[in-house]
């Protein structure tokens, strides 16, 4: 058996490892990269990505599967080889079932399409955008039937990044969420609070952001020795190997909480991605689970830490010493400052209240798109009508609507929903955790970060891509992904905050 | 016709592409990359140059070439089409002739040597790196017999880096230049101005020396739109495409020479790279003719550009806008600071004068080396007696003396008289240059590099590989290399700085 398994892995290795070098261009284009190098660097990419598709659907690989399969008999089931060989076969078929003119098309358009978009969001000109939304949706259609599905071909683009996920079951989870966000959002913007809580206002160097932000990061437990942090035009995490996490930010010199909780967000991906076991590195058992579970890391480090009263006196003398702005702030007004909740119309900027319904509203009307049930030319007055509903806000214009998000663009149809599951994911998995780190408050509070860590890494971390995200969130919390945990979170949190009754 | 070049330029292109994908990554490894990730980047560029090589060396591109040769009938022997065929042929040809297991047995041996070296040198040890050199050797005479040969082994591994030049000639080039070398060097220590010279003393901060490079090597016309400088352990050019070429400097508080030349060196190089035509990118007709006449033009930046009194001239006002420390010195004395002489141990240390005889003594002891003639125990001894010969001066240890090269180390055997070769075409290059630029004393002066840089980019640059470096010199030259025109450059500069008679 360890032989074919052996060859299996050496040839994944060989992928995973232009995979990395892929994401090494990648990371120097955002962060790096003279202004004139484009087409250069498209053109590098471009043979990367026609090497590593040529190797990933080639049949030397599918006959490597084959073997290792024939000579798993005996194997457990749940063991690291039976999954490794499961995983393999699974991005295997899924590779193979794009024909590579559809695959060619999609990349492609993708490029088309993002100037296309960049352009009339600057324009605020959606129709000059619809025509590429258009092909975007035909080639998600495409990709849906190539893939396959039961009934829903929203199923099989979910089922690209979040693995075994279905649409009807995130509805029912977002439906029982709904509900309670919409309600929860009313009352705080009716409380006599609304709009009245402490700013953080003054001069923030960005050396300084950089240094206080490296150094938070650091404590929390991500480790610099294998990693760095650099400051890019969006941030984000890549991982070249769990030996080279990289996470980026960046500053706004007026503005402290962009580049903070930014920071704290992007280091939580990076601290699963450091946690993957050594041995899955660069096999189908590395990386991580899903991207839901992804965020569920980022997304609890930046908010269920980040934004709590602990962390908030933690941090404090730090961020003091760091900027003088901060002389007079207390804990109390620190905490209050960053959980301000304001219905707002970008998503990437919004509070943890409003967060969802802007994803729900995306998951809705793709569904809708996707099917035909919605036109594309309708999209538009859709978006505001759900705007006003959810929120209570419309926007101005596209461009601070419908055009905001790069994801159509780029023909990402069915990741909005992994934004959501992870945000459900982290309090469902903080409140499992606290059965076992009941202390977990103070020694956040003491700077002790290690435990809370320790934990994600014996619980999350350790298992890599091993399980699918609905077997991992049943293994460790004992039961199906929902929404209580959070909706009890967000209740008692800003229930407190904004004194509802 | 067209087709089937265009076909084996599409090969070339992939081929090249991961080319400069590696090179990125290994930019990345020198200025950013955290110290734990070294194994899994070794892994990353393992698989890359794997696969390179086996495209570089795939029947797949042999049949492209056939066919393009095939259809070259009535193209003229000068053309682009025909030399880019022919350079592929070579390539190719070299390539194939190394067996896979020799190719292999050499990369493995330039890892383990590297450390082994590095161990040695830290330990001043040559025994220990004694073993190793060996090795280096013997896999140089396998090279050397499959690439083939007329009379001289060493003529297949310098061909590797100076494509066309043959041992013979170099030897009586070198034999030329020698005489003129150790007879100066002796007059110089001999002269009542050695170690007179003014020194530039202070402090000169490393984040104040970037933004003076930066700003020096942009008035060259080193364009940072297509390029940039970062900071790394050793200095160098990297080029990712003509669009994307990078430099890298290092600095010293206590010293501004090193990173000001450095600059200026690496930007010579990168103003090569800078200036080949958009249409040879990635292409057989990309980057250089050969390292040595990349040398000429780093040297010519550095040296006959830099450390030329209009020049001084020009950077003095530059430089003591930016550091105090250099407010009382004049143009004269910065002059004469940057050009002192003195013998010394370390090659790249060393001033114009001296620093061709630590190339002679390299290329001298490599020849008896390669041949069995020197046996590697004798070699510090053999080093040292010519260090006393040329210079007058013994290396203390063998840690600074035959053990600080990186070269032999990683099996570069053959590559150190490019250094001498450049050094004597940029003198070369020079006198031809004048003829055409009577007034290029007073642009530089004044900071107007254009019409020199044009006269390098319409004489040298536009060429890119097109033509061997022979050919070019002859070419732009009207004559071969000879050591003429540096033994002049050099007895003018040198005999009015020590007054020698």
């Known amino acids: 058996m360890a032989q074919a398994i052996e060859a299996l892995k050496a040839r994944a290795a060989e992928i995973n490892h232009l995979r990395q070098a892929a994401a090494v261009l990648e990371w120097d284009m955002q962060c790096y990269m003279p202004p004139g190098a484009a ?10 990505a026609e090497i590593i598709h040529g190797m990933a659907t080639g049949e030397e690989l599918g006959r490597l599967i084959s073997e290792a399969e024939a000579q798993l008999n005996g194997a457990a089931k749940d063991s690291d080889e039976a999954r490794l060989v499961k995983n393999a076969r699974r991005d295997y078929d899924d590779a193979v079932k794009i024909p590579a003119d559809l695959a060619a098309e999609i990349s492609r358009h993708g490029a088309l ?10 324009e605020n000109d959606f129709p000059a955008f619809a025509p590429a939304l258009e ?20 199923d099989a683009l979910l089922d690209i990044f979040e693995p075994g996920a ?5 509805e029912t989870v977002f439906a029982e969420l709904k509900p309670h966000l919409v309600d929860l959002t009313r009352r705080i913007v009716e409380s006599p609070g609304y709009r009245q809580e402490p700013r953080l ?27 760095r942090q650099d400051k890019a035009a969006h941030p984000f995490c890549t991982s070249f190997s769990r030996d080279d996490v990289r996470i980026t930010i960046r500053f706004d010199e007026k503005e402290l909480d962009g580049a903070l909780y930014g920071a704290l967000h992007e280091a939580g991906h990076a601290l699963y991605e450091q946690g993957i076991p050594a041995d899955y590195d660069a096999t189908p058992l590395g990386g991580a689970s899903s991207l839901g579970v992804h ?60 967060y969802n319904l802007h994803v729900l509203l995306r998951f809705e ?54 934004y959501t599951l992870g945000t459900l994911l982290s309090a469902q998995l903080w409140h499992t955790m606290k059965e076992s780190l009941p202390d977990v408050d103070d020694q956040i509070r003491r700077g002790e970060f290690a435990p809370l860590l320790g934990w994600l890494r014996e619980n999350v971390h ?38 509802l009754a």
């Open 201 to 227: 206002t003054g001069t923030f160097p960005s050396q300084v952001q950089d240094r206080v932000t490296q150094g938070l990061v650091a404590a929390l437990g991500y480790d610099f020795a294998h990693g």
């Open 295 to 354: 965020e569920s890391q980022s997304r609890m480090w930046e908010n269920l830490v980040g934004r709590s009263r602990p962390f908030c006196e933690f941090a404090l003398p730090k961020l003091q010493a760091a900027f003088p702005a901060l002389q007079s702030v207390t804990a109390e007004e620190l905490y209050r400052a960053v959980n301000r909740v304001e219905p707002s119309l970008i998503r990437v900027e919004a509070d943890e209240v409003t």
């Open 166 to 170: 279905r649409a009807a079951q995130v």
């Open 113 to 122: 399409a993002h100037n296309i978009w960049a352009k009339a969001r600057a």
């Open 135 to 154: 092909k975007t949706l035909e080639l998600a259609r495409r990709v849906a039937e190539h893939l396959g599905y039961e009934s829903d071909p929203y």
């Open 462 to 499: 350790r298992y890599g891509r091993k399980y699918e995200p609905d077997e991992l969130v049943r293994l460790v919390t004992g039961e199906p992904l929902n929404a209580r945990y959070y909706v009890d979170y967000l209740q008692a949190k800003y229930g407190e905050l904004y004194e």
């Open 39 to 48: 087409r250069a660097r498209s053109e590098q990419m471009g043979t990367l």
């Open 365 to 418: 009307l793709e569904r809708e798109m996707l099917s035909g049930r919605l036109k594309v030319a309708d999209v538009p007055a859709a978006w505001n009508a759900k705007m006003q509903e959810y929120l209570g806000i419309t926007p101005p214009n596209d461009a601070l609507g419908v055009l905001q998000d790069v994801h159509w663009s780029g023909g990402m149809v069915g990741y909005f929903p992994t």
